[in-house]
């Protein structure tokens, strides 16, 4: 017994269980997917890519989903989105302005994370945990809250001069992770923060640990491309941050926002 869902695919949404439950995003209608686990999946790229923002039929994709115009003019697809030190918002047009007062001016945790190795990140306030989980962390702590996302990335931008703010994606699949005393860390970093931004940090806040439905990985992590193979049939092991794992190959869901889907599940 076979069930296909289609549509235009978006990254996927979840829950924070043990194991974290993820939801397929298509057409914007979430479809439960860690119970999918085990099951033989088929995924067919049907050949349409359409915006996620203006909805335009489009050869490619840009920022993870935007069609070209989209990508240049829209206030969230600005160099604050990854450099949030250098937001600039508040003193550009009226869309800058009203972007800058809804999700700039708000509260931004700076956190730790453990994802291949440990990490500093930043996010808005509202999307812990769902930063973690979409990084595929396995545990992360919050050390500090400021006012304004300009004010996160500053302190950002000098523990990343201590540890990585990146993620080696493969070791994170892998679960090739070392044990890290998350307390402790958590001081060393906090002394790092410049003197003008210590009001910010913040020491009594929890670990956070998250587990990940993920039954097996392939020894060697190849990467699928939709648009050199369009369709394939393999059994599903797992899913972690916002990959889902087969037997021989893994794929980055966020990656085709935009493409329209086919996916057929097998019990």
């Not at 989903?65 to 600005?78: H, K, V």
């Not at 990084?135 to 006012?147: D, E, F, H, N, S």
Request: proline residues 4%; hydrophobic residues 30%; glycine residues 6%.
């Amino acid at each position: 017994m076979s069930q296909t869902i289609s549509g235009q695919l978006r990254k996927m949404t979840h829950e924070a269980d043990m194991p974290v439950q993820y939801f397929l995003s298509l057409d914007d209608e979430p479809y439960p997917l860690t119970s999918e686990v085990g099951n033989r999946v088929t995924m067919k790229f049907t050949g349409k890519i359409t915006c996620i923002e203006c909805g335009r039929r489009i050869k490619k994709t840009y920022s993870q989903g935007y069609c070209f115009p989209c990508t240049r003019d829209l206030p969230e697809n600005d160099i604050c989105g990854v450099r949030p030190e250098k937001c600039q918002h508040d003193k550009g047009n009226d869309a800058d302005r009203e972007f800058y007062e809804k999700y700039c001016n708000i509260d931004h945790f700076v956190y730790l994370s453990q994802t291949s190795g440990v990490k500093v990140g930043v996010t808005r306030h509202y999307n812990i945990p769902s930063r973690w989980i979409d990084q595929g962390a396995v545990k992360a702590l919050i050390i500090a809250k400021v006012p304004r996302r300009i004010l996160s990335g500053q302190i950002e931008i000098v523990l990343a001069k201590k540890i990585s703010d990146r993620t080696n994606w493969r070791k994170m699949l892998l679960g090739q992770i070392e044990d890290v005393d998350f307390p402790a860390m958590r001081e060393k970093m906090i002394e790092c923060i410049p003197e003008d931004l210590q009001q910010y940090a913040l020491h009594e806040e929890e670990v956070q640990s998250f587990a990940y439905p993920v039954e097996s990985v392939p020894g060697k992590i190849k990467s699928h491309n939709l648009d050199k193979e369009n369709e394939f049939t393999e059994k599903l092991t797992g899913i972690k941050g916002q990959y889902l794992i087969f037997e021989n190959r893994v794929i980055n869901l966020r990656k085709y926002a935009g493409y329209h889907m086919e996916f057929t599940f097998e019990e």
